[in-house]
Nanobody
């Protein structure tokens, strides 16, 4: 059974950090384009950071560039999103996604594409 399970969300003060994790089962993430997306109340889902298996660098939305880092843990079949210098506008439900298609990270994020999706984890940035 193909499954993605996110964890690591929570409440954090502005300027703080969180590390989100997305554990995959039923398939190997190594060969997939993977990404993190978020959806705030009343807003459309947006791609935050995405990267394909063949890319050296990842795509980041302008709003998170320099603050967020996506990474793969091959041994644990897991994807992480390290979020630093968090701002109230980062508050959203964060989802991870994976696609076996030969998408670039930029295409996945901008097209909001994903064949498999996790259930989401809430991130709230507030004092």
């Amino acid at each position: 059974q193909v499954q993605l399970v996110e964890s690591g969300g929570g409440l954090v003060q502005p300027g703080g950090s969180l590390r989100l994790s997305c554990a995959a089962s039923g398939f190997t993430l190594d060969y997939y384009t993977i990404g993190w997306f978020r959806q705030a109340p009343g807003k459309e889902r947006e791609g935050v950071s995405c990267t394909s298996s063949s890319e050296y660098s990842a795509y980041y939305a302008d709003s998170v560039k320099g603050r967020f880092t996506i990474s793969r843990d091959h041994a644990k079949n897991t994807v992480h999103l390290q979020m630093n210098s968090l701002k109230p506008e980062d508050t959203a439900v964060y989802y991870c996604a994976a696609s076996p298609s030969p998408l670039t990270g930029q295409a996945m994020c901008l097209l909001n594409r994903g064949d498999y999706w996790g259930q989401g984890t809430q991130v709230t940035v507030s004092s």
